[in-house]
C-alpha cells in the first residue's frame, strides 16, 4: 500500500541516545583561591593596585587590564540587584558590600524578593570544594556592613574541578530511516534505496547517492542473508559496548545492496575465527522474536553453512 513518505517511522520509538562528556575545568589561579576558601567560609575577591576595582570572585586579570591584584576577603553580606527564576532556583545578582561587580549565585529560602533588599551567605553544611559550598543568598537577619580585608592565609587554590557535560538526544527517524525500520518491524524485510545514476542500492537507504550526489529513486528489496566481507575479533572492553568481548565484529553485504553493513557474528568458535573465518563465506540474519524497528531487529547473523 502506498504511503506518503511522511507517514513512515512515526510510530517507532524515538532512538534515544546520551553522550557524556567528562573534561576537567580549570578555573585559574584566582577563582581557584575563590573556591577553596569557600570551605573555610570565606569570600575572596580580588583588589587591582591600578584602578582599585574590587571584584568577586576573585580574577587573575582586572577588567582594567592589569594583572597587579591582591586577594582580599569580602563580608558575607550585600544587596539584591536582580534575580530571575528557573524552575529548579532562582538565580540572583548580588552585589557584596565592597565589590564593584554582582556575584551571580542562587537565592535560597522561601522570600517575597524584591531588588534592593539585603542578603546573607547561606553555606552547605559540608564542603566539597565547589562554588556551592556557598549554598546562595538568604534574607539578611540584621545589616552588618563589612569593608575588604587583605586576605591572610590563603588556601591552595582548587586549579582543576572534575565535571561532566551530559547531552540526551531524541533521533528523528525521518522517512527513509523510518520506512527502512517500518518494514523491518512489521514484515521483516530490509529494503534499500537505489541511485538513479549508478544504479547502487544504498542500505541504509538515504536521500542522496554519497558517491553521485543525485537524488536516490526507487526502493529495493534486500536479502536478509549475504556474504562476509571483513571481520574483526573484538578483545577489548570500552564505553557503551553492549555486549562481554570477545566476539566477531562483521561487514556483510547483503544480497541486493550495494552498501556493507555491520553487525555482530555469533556461533563461530573464537579461537579458531581468524583460521576458519574467511571473506566470501555465506551469513543469515537472525532475527529477534519481537521486533521494534531497529537494526537491532536482527539479534545476530551466522554462517550459513556451519564452521567445520
Ligand atoms: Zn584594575
Ligand atoms: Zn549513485
Known sequence: MYQSPATYGLDLEPLKSTISLPYQLTPGRATGTFLAELAKRRIVASR????????????????????????????????????????????????????????????????????????????????????LDLAGFELATKTTITKPTPLTEAAEPILSIPTSLTLHFRHAHGPYYGRLFDEMKTAGRILGIRCTKCHSVLLPPRELCDVCYVKTGTWADIADHGVLQAFSIIHLKFVGQTREP???????????????????????????????????????????????????????????????
Open 48 to 131: 587591582c593596585r591600578a584602578c582599585a576595582r574590587v571584584e568577586v570572585p576573585a580574577q587573575d586579570v582586572c577588567s582594567c587590564g592589569s594583572d597587579e591584584l591582591d586577594h582580599v576577603e569580602l563580608g558575607h553580606q550585600g544587596e539584591l540587584r536582580g534575580f530571575t527564576r528557573t524552575p529548579d532556583f532562582t538565580l540572583a545578582r548580588v552585589r557584596l558590600d565592597g565589590a564593584d561587580c554582582d556575584l551571580l549565585h542562587r537565592l535560597s529560602g522561601a522570600a517575597d524578593w524584591q531588588v534592593g533588599m539585603r542578603v546573607q551567605a547561606a553555606w552547605a553544611a559540608e564542603a566539597k570544594g565547589s562554588v
Open 246 to 308: 570477545p566476539y566477531v565484529y562483521a561487514e556483510i553485504m547483503l544480497d541486493g545492496a550495494t552498501t556493507k553493513i555491520i553487525h555482530i557474528l555469533e556461533g563461530v568458535d573464537i579461537a579458531a575465527a581468524p583460521r576458519n573465518l574467511k571473506p566470501g563465506m555465506r551469513v543469515k540474519a537472525v532475527w529477534k522474536a519481537e521486533r521494534k524497528g531497529s537494526l537491532g531487529d536482527i539479534s545476530h547473523f551466522e554462517l550459513e553453512a556451519p564452521q567445520g
